[in-house]
């Protein structure tokens, strides 16, 4: 079949299910979509290994002991550790790394039966809005190669939105996630903090660090989803101890009478026409099913972006402490003594942007500054989150964009970091709350390029978040959207 790459993860989960065809013959026909790896989206690809999952999930297939995802492709962005291939969180200190285990995200989905089509670009150690500062070069946007697909998930979302592969895993921190699904025209949902573990995720920020799939609809997260999340208690100190939900039960509920929550801080001065234009029109869908729209206010979403770059810079630089090159990675190879081999290891292994957060983070946690910075970051990231919780006393789920314009050329910020920063003040507040967000497409802007519709819940909320999109994506065809080369 020709077509398998444009099906949908639902569709060829039932086509291997009714053995209509062969989880070898699905992964044949994607690794030849990989040849000459477009849009720069994959770091590490090896076919032998795909086949061997695919044959085996062919005799679970036929021995009726197959998982609900079996014989589905899938890839995972490079911060997730994997025994059968290369993981580098994209940066040249790890270049060659290959895990001793996988990563419980991974495991989980292997497990559901999804046969790994290898490792996804991203930004250094998930740390951009981009996906420009990949230490093995830049993805490029399948709606537009001339534009940045989105960061730090960037690999994933160009995979999917250019059909190489159904789904993808990402990591949103900041935003990670919504914000390359926006730019890329696709679906992406980061659950609750804690909802899916953190073992074996490479770590940028460990208070924000969240898991999550990447796919066209609402539908497929779903399906993603449920596989991916669990307790990990053991070995997640993070872990919820919740079970995991079937969250494909919930959808096609009906969302009449759903409260709407409308943040008036979403839709001020630094908003693109076109971007509210697309979003109004979505809501305006929403109006259309039942939903009502709720004016609400979240007065310190202007603070998210100063504590936010706070917070996680000072995480990641205890967490990037360990790249050292003294147990794995990159090891300089002239040194004079220890103190000199940590210099010059994380010089030559560290790119630009995460230099950068490292000193930001040891500055702002260094004597006298503690107080001044990383102290009342904290404080107003606890008012950020009380926040959303007085907004959801008048309003279920809330809905904005998902960042201020479409997608940006590439290297148009390339000497003004702060401008990337800017660009994640929408979803920068769900991240420092904690709670569960995404995004699903919501028209087009200007040059033609995707718009993405924010939904943020509260705590554990997902299925009415996936609910809720669902019913948008089956009342309009904006996520069955491809771009002009597919």
Sequence with gaps: MSDLHTLSVKALASLLQTKQVSAVEVATRFLARLGGNPHNAF?????????????????KLAAATAGPLEGVPVAHKDVFVTRDFVTTAGSKILQGYRSPFDATVVQRLAQAGMVSLGKLNCDEFAMGSANENSAYGAVTNPWDTA???GGSSGGSAAAVAARLVPAATGTDTGGSIRQPASFCGITGIKPTYGRASRYGMIAYASSLDQAGPIARSAEDCALLLSAMCGPDLDRDSTSLDMPCEDFNA??????????????KEFFGEGLHADVRAAVDGALREFEKLGAQLVPISLPRTELSIPVYYIIAPAEASSNLSRFDGVKFGHRAKDYVDLIDMYKKTRAEGFGNEVKRRIM???????????????????????????????????????????APSVAWKMGENANDPVADYLADIFTLPASLAGLPGMSLPAGFGAHGMPVGLQLIGNYFKEAQLLNAAHCLQQATDWHSQKPKEI
């Design 147 to 149: 534009r940045v697909p």
């Design 360 to 402: 930001t983070g040891a500055y702002v946690l260094s004597h006298g500054y503690y107080d001044a910075y990383y102290l009342q970051a904290q404080k107003i990231r606890r008012m950020i989150a009380d926040d959303f919780q007085n907004a959801f006393k008048t309003c279920d789920v809330i809905a904005g964009p998902v």
């Design 250 to 263: 919930g959808l096609n509920n009906p969302i009449e009478g759903l409260r709407i929550g409308i943040p």
């Design 43 to 59: 770091l590490d690809i090896d076919s032998e290994v795909t086949l061997a999952q695919a044959r085996a999930s062919d005799a």
